[in-house]
């Protein structure tokens, strides 16, 4: 059983890419997200009533966990189409039909992978803020992974109808915060409960907004007399920040500011917001009905297409090559597959954005990572949990399959005979852990098939089993993260687990550098094992982790004369690498480290690849104990809302609590705290805020990075991990 979109949702998949915009909608939680989505759908004629958030209706939110909660939780995927231009809110002759591929994402840290690899595929982004809160901490985690993909952007900045709304305000945060040249297209007239319209710096008029029409329809009136001042001193920081993209553009600033067209304005807008240099900034009220619309017409006239997007790079993996893929039908096909989901009709879901090529349903595909051909039986096009099959995908869209028999996020997926691997994403590391086991034996088998779909969905959801208890630990972004993780396995796979108390992901790392020699010597009659070693062992270089941020393993090969034949490098490299995840202190993962193997020696016959991973193995084990290590606790970086008369019980918890004050500022007037404190004194944190302040101060956590822990926390952990070793 399929279930399908409304009728009215099927697209036509568009020849012309200069008419498709790729794009998703990313912000702090409560910025409004999903609201935004829903107005976008009812505009563009996808659903004819709006679900709102606070009643679980929203049409994105489709997760029993996110209708419960009002929040979301994985992002979702819709295709519609807007006529651009529109006419004071009315399609007219000119209009085109834009198609577009929306991802709402969820604002919550915890999922934050869930934007990192919508991030990946998108083509643009519209950033919303906050018209009272601004600039906030997810605000700034999710510019970075744009930033990190160097994903164009336009700014919206909503709740223009709240009490405290300052657009100009949140503007000059983004300048100040994120280091982004934020440029106003628009001044609010009005604020809070007069909020009614906004000034148009690229035309010089006034739009007033239609209650009767939900925001659709507007008048368009001169600019108010009391705002034109203002507007003209804007308007002119507008020219000049994108006259340099036009030589025309920047002569005509110079000799009359006033003979500027329109045209001209948005071309040079375009290129700029697509190389990145400026932010064009909107504003309005999602609730209200006021402003999508021209945020839309904002994305068709500013965010790229797929055709102003550099061709793709990917390595070749036959030739070793950089090779490159332009977003052309007509070119090999290649995709990358950034979503998996299982769907309970149609079973297991990838999602993937289509660079270059033409894929027909029931055609085959090769999966580069597991070098395996797979036949995609359907090709969907989705609208948050529900699909519109469709014959063909071409380059520069975004749609889902069905069929493939193993598939990870991340994978590259292309023509059999022109081979290609796209550059993967990044995944964050988890930084806390929690033991669960199976209630009954009916549940045993189940919980194995759960967690397993579970992972494939989620790749920053890991899993190990405690060798000395038996127990499976799972280890995720959050404390709300795994308690979705086992609220799903309760509802959707039926799974009924008991459940430990959240675990601290510590990690272990090296202080200094030592020289190690390691000799692995068996003879058991017959062939034996042999490999002799030697190497440095310690922690990363500097240069080489200012140049791979996202590594932690540095080897060097500075093997010369033949010393071991280098058929058995990969094998060293292998022990040394697998010996990563379970250090000498207290059996947690090492961090940042390099090995430096520098001599050895085989023996003709007893000498094979496996006796040098061994031998790799052996030595970390005994090189480790001598290298200094120390443990690692992550810290969050932490965010508090807090009334005045709150402030000094707020700071002194989070004294009590280890943690490094770095700040306080004043918004919308509350105290903003900021500080960073390690994880393992922040459980409770949330309830222990409420009772400090009445119910009315509020937090945000993410994570920061890892430090080292103090000698009597490093002490207790190490002791705790042993007793339970000596339990068992």
């Keep these: 059983m399929l279930t399908f979109a409304p009728p009215n949702s099927i697209l036509i998949i568009m020849a012309d890419l200069r008419f498709q915009r790729n794009f998703g909608i990313a912000a702090h939680i409560d910025a409004g997200k999903t609201t935004t989505t829903e107005r976008i759908l009812r505009y563009t004629g996808m659903i004819h009533k709006i679900g709102e958030v606070h009643d679980g209706a929203a049409t994105t939110d489709w997760m029993e966990q996110e209708k419960e909660r009002g929040i979301t939780i994985t992002s979702a995927a819709v295709s519609c189409q807007w006529n651009f231009p529109t006419n004071k809110g009315t399609v007219d002759a000119n209009s085109k039909k834009y198609a577009f591929n929306i991802i709402d994402t969820p604002g919550h840290v915890d999922f934050t992978v869930e934007v990192e690899r919508s991030m990946r595929v998108l083509d643009g982004l519209i950033a919303l803020f906050s018209a009272v809160d601004g600039v906030e901490p997810q605000s700034e985690t999710v510019w970075r992974q744009a930033n990190r993909y160097n994903v164009p952007r336009i700014g919206f900045v909503n709740k223009m109808d709240r009490s405290g709304a300052d657009f100009l305000m949140v503007v000059n945060q983004v300048r100040e915060m994120l ?134 790079s990917g390595l070749n993996p036959d030739t070793g090559e950089i090779e490159t893929r332009k977003p052309d039908a007509k070119e090999p096909f290649a995709a990358l597959a950034f979503k998996i989901m299982t769907d309970p009709f149609v079973g297991r879901l990838a999602f993937f954005r289509v660079y270059s090529g033409h894929l027909d349903a029931g055609s085959y595909v090769l999966n580069v990572r597991s070098g395996k051909k797979e036949r995609i039986s359907r090709i969907m096009k989705m609208f948050a949990n529900k699909q519109n099959p469709i014959d063909f995908i071409e380059a520069g869209d975004i749609g889902a399959a069905v069929g493939f028999k193993e598939i990870k996020t991340g994978d590259t997926l292309c023509h059999e005979d022109h081979p290609i691997t796209l550059e993967n994403m990044f995944i964050p590391e988890p930084v806390i852990s929690v033991a669960v086991e199976p209630k009954t034996q009916a549940d045993v088998d189940r ?75 068996k003879q058991t009659g017959g062939r034996g094992k042999f490999a002799d070693i030697q190497f440095e062992l310690g922690p990363v270089d500097a240069e080489w982790k200012a140049e791979n941020p996202d590594k932690h393993y540095q080897f060097v090969n500075a093997l010369f004369g033949g010393s071991i034949p280098k058929e058995f490098i990969p094998a060293i490299q292998k022990g040394f690498e697998n010996s990563m995840g379970t250090g000498v202190l207290a059996s947690y993962p090492v961090d940042n480290l390099k090995v430096r193997v520098f001599d050895g020696s085989f023996h003709a016959v007893d000498s094979d690849a496996m006796s040098f991973e061994l031998c790799a193995k052996q030595g970390f084990r005994e090189a480790a104990r001598k290298a200094k290590p120390v443990l690692l606790e992550p ?89 339970k070793v000596n339990a068992d």
């Design 447 to 521: 919980m194995g098939m759960a967690i397993s779909k579970l992972v494939e969905e989620d790749p920053t959801l890991r899993v190990k089993t405690d060798e000395d208890s038996g127990q499976t630990i799972l280890s995720g972004m959050g404390e709300l993260h795994l308690e979705i993780i086992v609220d799903r396995m309760r509802r959707e796979f039926k799974v009924e687990v008991n459940q430990g108390a959240p675990q601290v992901a510590y990690k272990e790392a090296f202080n200094t550098t030592i020289t190690h020699r390691e000799t692995l010597k």
């Design 179 to 312: 280091g982004s040249k934020a440029v106003p297209l628009q001044l609010p007239i009005g604020a809070e409960d007069d909020f009614k319209g906004v000034v148009d710096l690229i035309k010089m008029k006034g739009i007033i907004w239609h209650n009767e029409t939900e925001g659709m329809t507007f008048d368009e009136i001169e600019v108010p007399a009391d705002m034109l001042e203002e507007a003209t001193e804007w308007r002119a920081n507008l020219v000049e920040a994108v006259a340099e993209y036009d030589d025309r553009l920047m002569e005509k600033f110079f000799d009359d500011p006033n003979t500027i067209t329109e045209d001209e304005l948005h071309i040079a807008i375009r290129k700029a917001t697509i190389d990145l240099s400026i932010v064009p900034m909107m504003c309005g009220s999602s609730f209200k009905n006021k402003g999508v619309q021209t945020a839309l017409d904002g994305v068709c006239r500013y965010l790229p297409s797929p055709m102003d997007i550099e061709a793709v």
């Design 635 to 723: 810290i969050m970086r932490v965010e508090v809302l807090t009334p005045d008369q709150y402030m000094g019980d707020v700071t002194g918890d989070l004294n009590r609590r280890r943690g490094m004050l770095e700040g306080m500022d004043t918004r919308a007037g509350v105290q903003v705290i900021k500080a960073k404190v390690p994880l393992s004194e922040m459980f409770g944190y949330v309830t222990q805020l409420r009772s400090l302040s009445s119910g009315r101060a509020s937090s945000t956590m993410e994570f920061s990075h890892y430090a080292p822990a103090p000698n009597g926390i490093a002490e207790e952990v190490i002791a705790k991990s042993k007793g």
